[in-house]
């Protein structure tokens, strides 16, 4: 019952590295999310995919970057992490009902990012 | 400015109290759902509205969608201190890969 997996739970970074932030789902779920959360502004969307070979940009999609070649996974890169990247990280999977929508979004525990 | 406003940020109440949180927009949503969040955890589906002036229930708890799918509420009755948490709506589009639109959350407190 593993379902969202993100790694790592904690990170910091310096102004100006770059890192990965990995997303896995064991559901086969065709669509994956990232997420990221700020006090006060819920979450708000990164990037997206609805499915394998396919991303696009969400609401606040600068700086980061994504692909998906697998199903399972959908890793979530910071080219060049600034302050403003300091956040909570929320990765999600759904599966499409087709003219009804999608299902319920499963969430990961998150990655808490703070780059310095 | 956010597409979903929720209300009220912030609420601290007593045990056995009732409550009512908002989520409004001016945009039509094809669902609503209500999220509960813990800390260091990740958001987890409390319900999901679909049709307009849809009621449904779970346990204390009555989410309502408005008739033009543009809003919602929920209704927690004689609140317990379990029911303390984050709560989160978002709305869902048929554009976008139909991806959520979260509102601000509304961060309860229920004190013994």
């Known amino acids: 019952n593993a379902g969202v997996t993100q790694t790592p739970k904690f990170q910091v970074l310096k102004t100006g590295q770059s890192m990965t932030l990995q997303c896995a789902q064991d559901?086969?779920?065709?669509?994956m999310s990232w997420y990221r959360q700020d006090p006060g502004m819920g979450l708000r969307l990164i990037h997206y995919s609805v499915g394998a070979g396919i991303t696009d940009q969400g609401e606040v999609p600068n700086g980061y970057n994504v692909s998906r070649s697998t199903t399972e996974d959908f890793p979530l890169r910071l080219l060049s992490a600034a302050p403003s990247q300091t956040s909570v990280y929320f990765c999600a999977s759904s599966y499409s009902l087709g003219a009804r929508g999608n299902t319920e979004a499963f969430f990961g525990q998150g990655t808490r990012l703070t780059v310095v | 400015t956010q597409l979903l406003e929720q209300s009220p940020q912030f609420l601290s109440i007593q045990e056995g109290e009732n409550l009512t949180v908002y989520c409004n927009s001016s945009?039509?949503?094809?669902?609503l759902q209500w999220y509960r969040q813990e800390p260091g955890e990740g958001p987890v589906l409390l319900v999901t509205v679909v049709t307009g002036g849809e009621v449904k229930k779970l346990k204390r708890l009555t989410f309502q969608f408005g008739d033009a799918r543009k809003d919602s509420s929920l209704h927690i009755t004689a609140a317990q201190p379990g029911d303390t948490g984050l709560y989160l709506c978002?709305?869902?589009?048929?554009?976008?890969?139909?991806?959520?639109?979260f509102g601000g959350g509304t961060r309860l407190m229920v004190k013994p």
């Open positions: 559901m086969n779920h065709e669509y």
């Open positions: 945009s039509v949503f094809s669902s």
């Open positions: 978002a709305g869902e589009r048929n554009n976008a890969g139909n991806m959520l639109t």
